[in-house]
């Protein structure tokens, strides 16, 4: 009988330990961030609990763009039709409980994702580009057409989510939205570490990189792009019901192109292919975006437009990604 080496088992066990420390490190951070914003942003937690949702949609564009290579610019669909199916219940069906609207989002956002993957992954490349620019006008035209579900263009009211666990009411000033937030993100951000690191997301990353080696391999890449598209619109579904259950209303906006596009510039700025530069970028993009539209409102527009070609022609990885090289590269030239 073969006797396991002792030298890979150990290499293994000290992998694990690092991966544990990262993870352990990635959720202190979002906890020291969520504390600090709270301290520095009393009065204005409605916007960071808006950047919260946003960033569980950049979170699963990450997944489909960053780790897998499918180019989209309908990601929006997936975020909207999670926050359309958590108002829904609520709205219509009296079910308040913040907790199984949170989970009819995450329904309503994975079928939608498997409704665009079955679409999406029939092309490659810019006609991928054109079918999800396609789709996010037909989802958000069906929610237009679809008013005495969705409110139309008028938006759907009417949710009103009950207190969480019976004792924590959604008062006006955001409170409890924020922590419910903070909740929501903490707990998608270790699964998909997971996630990326197990032998499925590492399969996508291959599939990225060489997709015909791991045909050749006998693996499906469109079966495992299939089921990764759905996973990134449950986790998108979780950001459009936070959305849904934190400002009670619904609207068109959340299945808009600008939307969709927006997420993309978000997700570039901070880094593909990593989910710290997917938060980075959402923190940093739409906290920009408020302080520069507050001090200029006349060419806001401007600044953000400079802020992005300064990233694009000096750190092309993102702000994240680049400085996440500089560092290893010190630390290598260290050794």
């Given at each position: 009988?073969?006797?396991?080496?002792?030298?890979?088992?150990?290499?293994?066990?000290?992998?694990?330990?690092?991966?544990?420390?990262r993870d352990a490190a990635g959720a202190a951070a979002i906890l020291a961030l969520a504390t600090i914003g709270y301290l520095l942003f009393p009065d204005n937690l409605a916007l960071l609990t808006r950047i919260i949702a946003v960033a569980l949609l950049v979170l699963s564009l990450d997944l489909v763009t960053g780790y897998c290579g499918v180019a989209?610019?309908?990601?929006?669909?997936?975020?909207?039709?999670?926050?359309?199916?958590?108002?829904?219940?609520?709205?219509?069906?009296?079910?308040?409980?913040?907790?199984?609207?949170?989970?009819a989002g995450v329904a309503g956002g994975a079928i939608a994702g498997l409704i665009s993957g079955a679409v999406i992954?029939?092309?490659?490349?810019?006609?991928?580009?054109?079918?999800?620019?396609?789709?996010?006008?037909?989802?958000?035209?069906?929610?237009?057409?679809?008013?005495?579900?969705?409110?139309?263009?008028?938006?759907?009211?009417?949710?009103?989510?009950d207190p969480i666990f019976g004792a924590f009411e959604f008062d006006l000033y955001g409170h409890t939205a924020y922590v419910f937030g903070i909740v929501l993100l903490l707990m998608v951000f270790v699964l998909l570490r997971i996630l990326v690191r197990s032998p499925f997301g590492m399969l996508c990353r291959g599939i990225k990189e060489d997709p015909l080696r791991i045909r050749a391999l006998g693996a499906s890449p469109k079966a495992a792009l299939f089921r990764m598209y759905v996973i990134s619109g449950a986790v998108a579904g979780v950001g459009?019901?936070?959305?849904?259950?934190?400002?009670?209303?619904?609207?068109?906006?959340?299945?808009?192109?600008?939307?969709?596009?927006?997420?993309?510039?978000?997700?570039?700025?901070?880094?593909?292919?990593?989910?710290?530069?997917a938060l980075s970028g959402t923190v940093i993009f739409m906290l920009f975006e408020d302080y520069v539209s507050a001090a200029n409102p006349f060419h806001w527009l401007t600044m953000v437009g400079a802020l992005l070609i300064a990233v694009v022609l000096f750190a092309p990885k993102g702000l994240y990604g680049t400085a996440a090289d500089v560092l290893n590269r010190r630390k290598d030239a260290g050794r």
């Open positions: 009988m073969a006797l396991a080496n002792p030298d890979a088992t150990l290499s293994t066990s000290a992998q694990r330990q690092r991966s544990f420390a989209t610019l309908g990601h929006a669909a997936l975020f909207g039709s999670g926050a359309y199916a958590s108002g829904i219940l609520s709205a219509h069906f009296g079910i308040n409980d913040p907790l199984l609207m949170t989970l992954l029939r092309a490659h490349g810019l006609p991928q580009l054109v079918l999800s620019i396609a789709l996010i006008n037909l989802f958000h035209e069906f929610a237009n057409k679809a008013s005495s579900w969705t409110g139309g263009s008028d938006g759907l009211s009417g949710i009103a989510p459009g019901a936070l959305n849904a259950i934190t400002t009670q209303v619904v609207g068109l906006d959340s299945l808009s192109f600008t939307m969709s596009a927006e997420s993309l510039v978000m997700l570039v700025l901070g880094g593909t292919g990593s989910l710290f530069g």
